[in-house]
Each structure stands twice: as C-alpha cells, then as structure tokens.
C-alpha cells in the first residue's frame, strides 16, 4: 500500500454545546437568533444573517397590558422606562447568557448589560416565558450531551452506496398583475402612460427575476446530477471522485466537536488511510444542567471524573466508527481502511505539545459487514473496535497510554 497524507479537512461542529470562557450562550442554534420580549410576553427571532431573511414567533399566550403614556418615562429610571416599553406594546431584542453555574446575564440587543432593575423588570413581565425557553435550552443541552456518547448510531449501512438527486425547492417569482386602466385613463393620456410604464416596469423586473431563478435552478440541477454521476460511477474508477465524495459525506456529519481528518487513498484505491485530530477530554462539556422550580436560572450538575473519562472513551471511539461507515458506505472499491485516532497532551520532558495517539485500528469491508446497522443503538463502539485489528492500550475506566499506530507503508 502506497499512502501519501496530503488531504486535510476541517469538519466543523454541527451542533454548538456554547462553551466558552463567559459561559454559556443561550441561543444553540446560529447566528442571527434572540429573544424579544413584549406585552404579550416573549418572542423568538430567527434570521439567515446577511440575507435580511428572518422569522418571528410567539413563545407564549401570557398577555399583560398597562396604560403608560410617553410623558410617563421623562426623567425615569432605565428600568421604568422598560416597563414602560413593554407595557405599551414595544418589541425589545432581549440577549440571555448563561454562566457556568448557571446564573443568567441579561443584555439589550446591541449587547449592552442589563442593569439589576431592568433584569428585574424583565424577570417579573415574562417569567413564566423566560422559564420556558431556559427549560428548552436546558434539555437541548443535556440531548448534545448524551449525543456526544451516541455518534456511532447514524452509521450507514455500508451496502448504501450511490446518491438521490435532491430537487431544487425554490419557487419561482409569481408573474406580475398587470393594472387595467381605468375610465378616466382615455380622458387623461398621461396618466395612462404612466400606468403602462409601471406595467411594463413590473413586467421587466420578473423578467429578470425569472432568469436569474432559471439560471440557479438549472446550476442546482447541474450540480446535482454531476454528484449523482460521482457517486453512483466514478467513485468506481476515479480517485478524485473517490475523495470528494468522502469530502462531501464527511462534512455532512452533524460533528459535536471541531475534527480535523487527514486522508488518503491507496494507490489502487482499494484502501485508505485516516489519521483523526479528536477533541481533547477537557474540550468536553461536563455538566448536566436543571432547572429550579419558580427560577429564572440553570443548576450545573458536574459528572463524575469517571463518568466524563468514559463519555469521553465513547465518543473518540464513535468518531472512528462513523468515519468508517462513510468510508465503506461511500467508496464501494474500499476493501480496507486504516483508521488512527489522535490528541494533543502536553510533553513532560520538552513542555511542548506533541501527538499521543489512542487507538490504531485495520477493518476489513468484510468485517465491517458484520456490524448489524438496524440495531446500532445496541453496539459499544469500544467493544466493536475490538473486534479488529486494534492497537490501544486502555484502562477500564478510559485512561489511554501512548501506541504505535499501523506504519502506513
């Protein structure tokens, strides 16, 4: 086997567990999401940034009104000027962030800190929405959590080869409605003329727009026949196709974590090589959170060192056995795969970082066809690892000792 590492992809995290060093964010999905408090409660705002797409929704049915004129708020306190804003029916972009043992911090939209009265303020006119959506955050962190263990579940079965051409879900402009003149248009020839200039103005810009709608669906249609033709017969033959689609199939993985994977095809394409940079174990997230009953706030609850060490050993093993089942569900020529996973520690001679790797593992696509794919959540993927040709050295409790990986000949 002939094994050159020059492929290098970045997998980002599809699901964002918002650690960092101010704690924790409230919103897990992207960019662009806030709360807006109001009258009726509080409101959720979802927006693609830089598109000036977005959507609003109500969050709950508590609805609290009280008469305050503008003349009220001349010369008040911030946060009588927030009760009055919300009293009288204003929408406020409200940002929460969550510290690490679960305090809540509460800021205005262009991110200015609350004041403790305007908190206050906001926790008496929507608490019970406030709470609701903290409860929602609470247990979406607790499902990124468990996940982190469960990675190996949306494994494909490795005989799931080839690709469904996704259909182009953009509706077309709608034509214009072209405006009738109207009686009095014959007595007056400039004002019809006007109106047929507008008329073929509104006709002019569908014009373009449909082209332009035209021309995206057609480079969608392009683009997805090109990826069905790689992936149900080049990746036979061709080694470019062979890596952009494993390229494609990787980055689709919804990765909890930031992984770095260098790759390589065999010179006859009938193996690969897969060197994975996994997470570091104090990358990991190591709490369970709670809510208070009649509380604004999350209760962090830290795992024991045993239990993160083992969510850890889950997870670094599950990386392994879903990059395996993109490799053989998608490179059907693929008859063998390498796969070595490592971390950056700490060297205690130099002080510098150096590479330890954790696990060196061959799998067979014979072997690999084993697996029973309708009952993942039944498989350890660190007992499944053991089923082939292993290098680790692991305690039970998910210490790892430095290996040798497989020499990549």
């Keep these: 086997m002939g094994f050159r590492f020059q492929r290098r992809i970045t997998l980002a995290p599809g699901i964002r567990l918002n650690l960092s060093k101010r704690g924790l964010g ?35 049915t508590r609805n609290r009104r009280a008469s305050v004129s503008s003349g009220d708020t001349a ?35 262009d ?14 006119h929507a608490r019970e929405s406030l709470r609701e959506q903290l409860g929602h955050h609470c247990h ?26 996704q259909d182009f879900t953009v509706a077309p402009p709608r034509s214009p409605q072209q405006q009738q003149p109207a009686w009095w248009h014959i007595l007056w020839p400039p004002a019809k003329r006007r109106l047929e200039e507008k008329n073929r103005s509104r006709q002019a810009a569908f014009d373009e727009a449909y082209l332009d709608w035209e021309w995206h669906k057609a480079e969608h249609d392009e683009s997805e026949f090109a990826r069905h033709r790689r992936e149900g017969e080049e990746v036979w033959h061709d080694p470019n196709a062979m890596e952009q689609t494993l390229r494609e199939r ?19 394409v009938s193996t690969i090589a897969v060197d994975i940079d996994l997470p570091g174990e104090d990358e990991m997230p190591n709490r369970y959170w709670t809510m208070p009953a009649k509380q604004v706030k999350l209760t962090p609850r830290k795992l024991s060192d045993t239990r993160q ?14 990059v395996l089942g993109a490799v053989f569900a998608r490179l059907p020529t693929v008859q ?54 292993l290098r680790r050295d692991m305690t039970t409790s998910g210490i790892f000792r430095d290996i040798e990986p497989f020499k990549l000949i």
């Design 26 to 60: 409230l919103s897990v999905g992207p960019r662009g999401a806030s709360l807006s408090v109001g009258p009726s409660g509080v409101h959720g705002h979802a927006g693609i940034p830089g598109t000036g797409l977005a959507y609003r929704q109500k969050l709950n």
């Design 75 to 109: 010369g008040s306190s911030p946060a009588a000027v927030l009760y009055a804003l919300l009293a009288n029916g204003e929408s406020l972009s409200v940002q929460l962030e969550i510290e690490a043992e679960g305090r809540v911090q509460y800021f205005h939209g």
């Design 111 to 124: 991110g200015t800190p609350m004041s403790d009265d305007e908190a206050r303020v906001l926790r008496r």
């Design 140 to 165: 979406r962190l607790n499902e990124d959590l468990d996940r982190l263990g469960q990675m190996h579940e949306e494994t494909p079965h490795p005989g799931k080869n080839g690709y469904t051409a």
């Design 250 to 268: 990787l980055e689709e993985i919804d990765w909890p974590c930031e992984t770095v994977i260098d790759y390589d095809l065999g010179r006859d």
């Design 309 to 322: 060490r083992k969510r850890y050993r889950d997870h670094v093993h599950g990386i392994a056995f879903r």
């Design 336 to 389: 063998e795969a390498r796969i070595s996973g490592y971390r950056q520690v700490t060297d205690s001679a130099t002080g510098g970082e150096r590479d330890q790797y954790l696990y060196s593992v061959k799998v067979t696509r014979q072997q690999w066809e084993k697996i029973h794919f309708d009952r993942l959540d039944q498989v350890d993927p660190v007992v499944a690892m053991e089923a082939f040709t």
